[in-house]
């Protein structure tokens, strides 16, 4: 799924509408029983964070640092007017929090007859829960972070700011399967779209396409077949019968109920460094991540 969203990023990044930065791949070894790579998002995310943010320190008016599966929904007409209201109320914030709205909805669709709004339309809201996407004022902060600060200091007296989650949301796609008997109990999203606004979103979208024929040319010819779906049907299978949500985020091949067998496994230990200097002032360090290998491991 991610190899066609990438090739059609890169013909936007050919026309200089965005810039892709390649991570770093670490070798597989024949002696694990998995492939390291499935855990580069979440050990590198703060490293590519910060590499963004002082790229883009004296550019960019703000920052935001979010997944592939979480969708802002800016309650004015673009980014750029919401972030500015919220300077506007908050003068002395560096960044902000956007609560994560746990969701699901459907999101596997066909090119042929693919429609923009059908997650926004269909999602079902579980729960808003009080951490999420962090906005950054590059000038403002020193440094990247995940969901929220580790201290209460960000740089220059300014402050992070958490929205009130009855606020602005950032709606957060972790649920792999869409269950649509279960709207009855779902949370109404926060913002009430006006009349014509799917339509209008929909039309937008085409124009946009459209008018860029390397880019349409290749989202018609993406695979007309759910190619993905016999990986994940095991996934699925295994998801219903336990009722675990996060059975298959990142990736990961779906693993078996709790197990008792003792057996050998390679982690990754990360190491911080820790220092209180009064006043509610604390600072983390990172001391070094390694690899170690454990001769006895429960398996989840």
Not at 177 to 197: D, E, H, K, M
Request: charged share 20%.
């Amino acid at each position: 799924m991610l190899s066609n969203i990438y090739a059609v990023l890169k013909i936007y990044e050919k026309e200089g509408k965005l810039k892709l930065s390649e991570g770093t791949l670490l070798p597989v070894l024949k002696q694990l029983s998995y492939n390291p790579n499935e855990e580069i998002e979440n050990v590198g995310k703060l490293l590519s964070a910060n590499e963004c943010l002082y790229t883009y320190k004296d550019a960019a008016h703000y920052v935001i640092f979010s997944d592939l599966n979480e969708v802002l929904l800016p309650r004015l007409s673009s980014y750029y007017d919401e972030f500015s209201h919220l300077v506007s109320l908050y003068p002395k914030a560096g960044s902000f929090q956007f609560n994560w709205a746990v969701s699901a909805a459907p999101q596997d669709q066909l090119p042929s007859s693919y429609d923009v709004t059908l997650p926004l339309k269909n999602v079902l809201v579980k729960e808003v829960i009080g951490f999420g996407t962090p906005v950054v004022i590059p000038q403002k902060v020193n440094k990247a972070f995940d969901h929220f600060p580790m201290n209460n200091w960000i740089y220059d007296q300014h402050q992070h700011v958490p929205l009130d989650r009855n606020q602005s949301w950032v709606v957060k796609y972790i649920f792999p399967v869409y269950n649509p008997a279960l709207r009855n109990i779902s949370i109404p999203l926060y913002f009430q779209p006006p009349t014509g606004f799917y339509f209008k979103m929909m039309q937008d979208f085409k124009l946009k396409v459209k008018k860029r024929a390397r880019v349409y040319n290749h989202f018609k010819s993406l695979p007309q077949h759910k190619h993905f779906q016999p990986q994940m049907e095991a996934c699925l299978r295994i998801q219903q019968l336990r009722s675990v949500p996060y059975t298959c985020v990142n990736q990961r091949k779906c693993l078996p109920k709790f197990s008792e067998d003792i057996r050998e496994c390679t982690v990754l230990k990360r190491r911080f460094n820790y220092a209180d200097f009064g006043a509610n002032r604390h600072i983390y360090s990172s001391g070094g991540d390694e690899f170690h290998h454990e001769h006895s491991c429960l398996i989840y």
